[in-house]
């Protein structure tokens, strides 16, 4: 009888993609995912908007002008961007792709546009949409938030309509009307897809051959 004493090889880390439109609670789904799954690592992305009380350079995100948003797209350093609602945000390139080496999963915390154009680059990455209740209620967060000026708000949920219609593009869509209950589902995701079969079996080929 042979024996094989091969370890299963580390696998690369899952891209995860979660987006919604503006309100529905993608910060918070995250700020509660990082203390339940502290194992989850969070791209911070660079933007052109201004920062908002309480937002930390390099924690928040990396607050630049356009013209060194600009720079940025130039020299090859964003894994994608988009413009939304008069602002650049965009995915620092080179943070995402040594985590995801190394194995960990990393989560990109970004508008449906952007999330486009990572499904061209990375299909094998996995797409959460969060849904509002309603979108009274998706109002109603947006401004009891407090954050934005009523022109803002009024363009953001001109935005979500659309945002919602993109859907159709993503894995799987998840309402966020309690943050817990999305937090357990975002988990039972990653847990099935780390266990799909078109993952591990690439990594057994040094058992079974090719
Ligand atoms: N494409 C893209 N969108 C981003 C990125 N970072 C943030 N966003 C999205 O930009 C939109 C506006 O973000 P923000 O101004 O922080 O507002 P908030 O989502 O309401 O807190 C949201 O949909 C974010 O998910 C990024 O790196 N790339
Ligand atoms: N499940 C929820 N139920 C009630 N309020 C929520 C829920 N999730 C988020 N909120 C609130 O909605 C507002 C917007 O949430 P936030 O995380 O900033 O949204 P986003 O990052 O998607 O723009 C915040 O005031 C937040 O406390």
């Not at 995860?16 to 910060?27: A, H, R, T």
């Not at 009274?136 to 407090?146: K, M, Y």
């Not at 659309?162 to 966020?176: K, P, T």
Request: aromatic fraction near 8%; proline fraction near 4%; charged fraction near 30%.
């Amino acid at each position: 009888m042979t024996s094989n004493t091969n370890t299963l090889e580390r696998d690369r880390g899952i891209l995860i993609v979660l987006s919604g439109p503006s309100g529905v609670g993608k910060g918070t789904v995250c700020s509660a995912l990082r203390k339940i799954s502290p194992e989850l690592v969070y791209s911070v992305s660079t933007t052109t908007r201004k920062p908002r009380e309480g937002e930390v350079e390099g924690v928040n995100y990396f607050f630049k002008s356009k013209d060194q948003f600009e720079q940025l797209i130039a020299s090859d350093e964003m894994l994608e961007y988009a413009e939304y609602v008069g602002n650049y945000y965009g995915t620092p390139r080179r943070f995402v792709e040594e985590t995801l080496a190394s194995g960990k999963d990393v989560i990109l915390e970004i508008e449906v546009q952007g999330a486009l154009k990572v499904k061209e680059k990375f299909p094998e990455a996995t797409f959460i949409f969060l849904i509002p209740p309603s979108l009274a209620e998706l109002e109603n967060r947006i401004v009891t938030r407090g954050t934005e000026t009523n022109d803002i708000i009024r363009s953001r949920m001109s935005v979500a309509v659309d945002e919602i219609r993109l859907m159709r593009h993503y894995d799987y869509g998840i309402v966020n009307d309690e943050v817990h209950k999305a937090c357990s589902k975002i988990q039972a995701i990653l847990m099935a897809e780390h266990c799909k079969c078109d993952r591990i079996l690439p990594r057994l080929e040094q058992w079974i051959g090719e």
